[in-house]
């Protein structure tokens, strides 16, 4: 009986012992993958990424980055960071290009030829079939996409910037030392730049300031113009076809409007040769009471308004537009600063695709965006009482760990990184930014890459940039206009015309 007993036991010893060494077996086997795998949730599974951004560090986060560890844990990826130092930008992006080697994910500054020509032959994938399917990706906005667009094809994830950011600065103390009202149409803005020119805003007794101060930059013209109805560049008439802004009925109306408020010596008469390095001195100085800039521009001036009057404690209000004939208008800006795109040559497959754009989505996720613009709570930065505080401005060691990793942010559908304690003007600012979103005029030919304006771009913007001058100064009349419009059509406008309507028909269908 001993004997027996003591034979299934050695059975079952045995049994017991086969079963360890085949589920070892088969653990030590499911743990190797072939070269080239990624997928999974652990570590030695992750999908290995080359991200090329720029920096404008001399010392880049590195490898070894506690910042960078937290983001592939994140984004569940191995990321090789490419950084390349943004005063070489443009010649590394074009050697990269045309040594074939691109990594999967390449920062492009802008629709350039070199980026075109590469697209045209297939190294990049086209993304917009998929953005619906990643719940940040989807949630870009219609016409940022459509500028960042190469004849209306996606080739790259636009990095988001403020969509809305023209505005009109104004001196508001000098509203208030008047009586005015902010302005909410055209005629007011006249009528306050009228006071702010002939009824001592300032109250020196003297006869020192006036309206409205323009530089060189072309800028506030165009963003004025969009207040009387003017296009964005091209407009579309009733049969669908796209004509350039200045054969727009509106356009005579906003330069007669510019030369009206010339004359009257509402704008400085220097404003053709102004240096905009110095275009808001004026307002600081408190010569001149209204610039139409970035909105942001405003606490930047009120800054430095209290820095010398430290008792005028709250000088600067800002409007997003004034309202004309057509209603409220205001012009965007592109929406963006480069886009993130795909190479075909690192990224071979849809599924790796996928993948690299699972990684760009999450990346938009609040706590991606706070790990590459802020680092890690205690360490980079410290969180008070609710307020955010950074770590990283005195401590160059701890700046190196996370300063850059920002470049791979989309902020799609929104920026969600940490920010310091706000001012009620800087708050206002971001409101208006944002209701801006709903009056900027898209241009409808945004997209479009044109052989044409390629050779001819710029003597074509100059023969009418040159005579909208001209006008506002006097130096030619309407029929000056009409011969600046001939030349332009002469010069190569009418292809021009003719090659943007033939791409806006085709992108119809």
Known sequence: MKTKNYRYLCMALFVFMMIIITGCSNSESSGQKKEGESGGDDAGDRMHLRVFVPTFSTEPPTDDSPVLKEIEDYTNKEITMEWVPNSNLEDKFNITLSSGDLPHVMYVPNKSPSFISAVEDGAFWELGPYLKDYPNLSQTNEIVLN????????????????????????????????????????????????????????????????????????GPWDVMQTWFGVPNKWGED????????????????????????????????????????????????????????VLDEGHRIQEKIIEAEPNNTDPITVIKAVEGPTGLHNLPTSGYSGMLSVSKTSVKSEEELKQVLDFLDKMNDEEAQILAENG????????????????????????????????????????????????????????????????????????????????????????????????????????????????????????????????HQEAQK
């Open 147 to 218: 500028n960042s667009s190469i004849n209306g094809k996606i080739y790259g994830i636009y990095r988001s910037r403020d969509l809305g950011r023209n505005g009109v600065i104004i001196r508001k103390d000098w509203l208030q030392n008047l009586g005015l009202e902010e302005p909410k149409t055209i005629d007011e803005f006249y009528n306050m730049l009228k006071a702010f020119s002939e009824e001592d805003p300032d109250g020196n007794g003297e006869d020192d300031t006036y309206g409205m101060v323009v530089s060189k930059y072309e």
């Open 238 to 293: 009733e049969n669908g076809e796209l004509y350039p802004f200045f054969m727009d009925d509106n356009y005579i109306e906003a330069l007669n409007f510019f030369k009206k408020l010339y004359d009257e010596g509402l704008v400085n008469e220097d404003f053709a040769v102004m240096d905009p390095a110095q275009w808001s001195e004026p307002v600081i100085g408190g010569e001149a009471g209204v610039q139409v800039n």
């Open 376 to 503: 890690i709570e205690g360490r980079h930065y410290e969180i008070v009482d609710g307020v955010y505080q950074s770590n990283i401005n005195e401590d160059a060691a701890l700046k190196a760990e996370v300063d850059g990793f920002n470049q791979m942010l989309m902020y799609l559908p929104e920026p969600k990184s940490l920010t310091a304690e706000s001012t009620p003007l800087r708050e206002l600012e971001t409101q208006l930014k944002l209701e801006n979103e709903d009056i900027v005029v898209g241009n409808p030919a945004e997209a479009y890459i044109s052989e044409v304006y390629s050779k001819k771009g710029q003597q074509l913007d100059n023969i009418i940039l040159d005579a909208r001058i001209k006008y506002i100064v006097g130096q030619i009349d309407e029929s000056g206009l009409e011969e600046a419009v001939e030349l332009w059509k002469q010069s190569g406008g009418t292809d021009y015309i003719d090659e943007i309507n033939q791409l």
